[in-house]
């Protein structure tokens, strides 16, 4: 499944983890931070641990000098390219650890934020849903690459704003009973924009409020599709939506040529708000439906539940 993809480029082309969050309200001050690295472990434990350099001292010897911000900044995996404010560093702390998960009938998929070290990856395969879609000929592969990657990393320096998510999945193993483990696949991706400040400079019409939450640039492996991975890819954008935005509505875009994912955005209760006019045929484009979802109210957690709690 490759639903309606958003790039701007030159080219047209239910077991859940819950994790409490809190922001405090802190002063606008303005620093460079390192967050700690995360990890992904075949057993599907996540695990956070620290980056933090340690230095020893010696009795005879003065001190080593501390080690750069600057430094600690380029071992940040999840560094944006700019100064973050406290509530911002706050919610990239979030995005880093935000985990869902679903165990499914042919086998398991969780959906956390792509790492800068899986571009490539995630790049691959949009080009690929990108090509598939617009039947581009083979010889744009190379170009189409180049411009998918540009602007993954231009819209990676807009986190926490949004967040490109992607999902793994694991078979289940053949036989019942069998201990033997199953290869963890690479599934699919999702973009996801949470507010104004992360709203792409190109959308698509019909336009979307700029300060809404926004999905798009949703892809499935070939192989892996018609497994309902695309469902949980949704189901992943809009928890995290409920949890990074204040603003209930969310929007999306799907061609009209696209009646499987169509039909997905309706059982996920999506309703058409507004249709391309036909005039875009004369752009060579395809009409689009722009599409909208009242997400229900998330119980956030008061400041007094987490004063206690270290989770």
Known sequence: MAATLSLSLSLDPQTHHHHRFFFPKHHTRHFAYSLPNFHIYPSQSFKISSSTPSHSRSSTTSPPPPTPISSLYLDDPFRTGRFLTNDELDRLRFLESFVYSEDLKSGSMWVRVMRPDETDTTVALLAESFAESMMLPPGYAGLLRFLIKKYLLERRTLMPHMATLLGFYRENAPNQGEQQEQEVKFAGTVEVCFDQRGANTSMPS??????????????????????????????????????????????????????????????????VVKTDSILVLLMLQRRKHLMCKKLPLSNMPSETDLSGSDE
């Open 206 to 271: 019909p336009l979307p409020p700029r300060n809404s939450p926004y999905i798009c640039n949703m892809a499935v492996h070939k192989s892996l599709r018609r497994r309902g991975l695309g469902w949980h890819l949704l189901k992943a954008s809009e928890e995290l939506i409920s949890r990074m935005s204040s603003s209930r509505e969310v929007y999306l875009h799907c061609r009209m040529i696209d009646e499987a994912p169509f039909s997905m955005y309706e059982k996920a209760n999506y309703k």
